[in-house]
Every structure is written in C-alpha cells, then in structure tokens.
T-cell receptor, first 114, second 114 residues
C-alpha cells in the first residue's frame, strides 16, 4: 500500500521564479495538508484541501496557492520565489477529520532558491 | 505565544537506556490532541504516539510512552530501551479540534550512543 508520494524530491530554483510541487495522498485518504519546514525548525502549516477546496490556511502570503484534483492529489504553487522560501515542503494526507494516527506524511520536496 | 515548546535541542542516550524528551504546550481549547513524530534524515515524519486531552491514562505504543500532565500542560515522550535506529529528530505537535492544522515544536535531536 503506497503511502504519500511527493515529487520532485529535490528542486533548485532562481529567485523570482515559480514552482509547482505535487503530492499523491495515501490510498483511501481524501484530505491533503501542506507544511513548510525551514532548516532547524518544525513544520509550519500552509493550508489544507478537502473536496477540492481550501479548508484552512496558515499564515502564509498569497504567493502560496494550491489545488486539489478529483482524485485527491494536490499541488502547491509558489510564485515570485524568495531566498527565504528555501525549505522542505511536506505533504500530509488523512481521511476527513481523523485523529493523528490517520495523518500520513510524505518524505517531502527539498526546495532550494538561489 | 508558542503553542509547542521543546527546550532540548539535542539529547544523547546510551543504547538500551531510557530517555525522556520534554514538551510543553499552550492552548485554551478543552479538546485537543498531542502527538509525537520522528523525523529521520530522509525527511519523512513518522507518527509515534497520540494522546487525547480527555484520555485519563497515558498513551503507550511499544517502547514509546507519553507522560501526560494536563495541569502542567506537558506531554513528554519516554523511549525505553533505546536502539541505534532511534537516532533522529523528534517533534512534539498539537492539534486543537476546533481547527485542522498541527502546531509543531522546534524538535529535539536524539543521538543513541553504542
């Protein structure tokens, strides 16, 4: 049973560019959350998608946007990249509003902005 | 104010010994969940243990136990019989059930010494 799959695993972009990160949730899960983890920090909540809509958003600027597709997979888009956007981006999937054991994280996409 | 505080940036433990990783939290909600995740160098967040705010007994999962002291707002993780494979970053997290996001601490780096 495949867990959460994220692509790409690593990415290098230039300041000002745009990037798209992808996430396929665990089989049977319908909710996808995105987190940003800067070096030496804990993950910070970006937003959560459920039924193809953004259900909740963290304290991130509008440069960060997302999408969820009918098959529950999701994309995270970041426009006008800044050096400070360099981080590990984690995707977590779950089934509705389940307790923690239902949240499965992927291995992340490591984004470097130069 | 920080929702989750982990005051131990790094910890060392001898193989086969027990170790306690500290976590305090801050919330005014009555219903919340507390979690511990392990993050190896690969980046994936691995769920270890969950404690609900209304659970009267401390949670246990194999070698992991959560020392929950509600009045002190602490949720310490105890790992018994440490193994070399336990070397990783450990994150304490909380979800308030009025919302959907996880709040993570800054993590504790655990090193198990042979």
């Amino acid at each position: 049973d495949a867990g959460v799959t994220q692509s790409p695993t690593h990415l290098i972009k230039t300041r000002g560019q745009q990037v798209t990160l992808r996430c396929s949730p665990k089989s049977g899960h319908d909710t996808v959350s995105w987190y940003q983890q800067a070096l030496g920090q804990g993950p910070q909540f970006i937003f959560q998608y459920y039924e193809e809509e953004e259900r909740q958003r963290g304290n991130f600027p509008d440069r960060f946007s997302g999408h969820q597709f009918p098959n529950y997979s999701s994309e995270l888009n970041v426009n006008a990249l800044l050096l400070g956007d360099s981080a590990l981006y984690l995707c977590a999937s779950s089934l509705g509003r389940t307790p923690a054991s239902g949240y499965t994280f992927g291995s992340g996409t490591r984004l470097t902005v130069v | 104010a920080q929702k989750i505080t982990q005051t131990q940036p790094g910890m060392f433990v001898q193989e086969k010994e027990a170790v306690t990783l500290d976590c305090t939290y801050d919330t005014s909600d009555q219903s919340y969940g507390l979690f511990w995740y392990k993050q190896p160098s690969s980046g994936e967040m691995i769920f270890l243990i969950y404690q609900g705010s209304y659970d009267e007994q401390n949670a246990t999962e194999g070698r992991y136990s959560l020392n929950f002291q509600k009045a002190r707002k602490s949720a310490n993780l105890v790992i018994s019989a440490s193994q070399l494979g336990d070397s990783a970053m450990y994150f304490c997290a909380m979800r308030e059930y009025t919302g959907n996001q996880f709040y993570f601490g800054t993590g504790t780096s655990l090193t198990v010494i042979p």
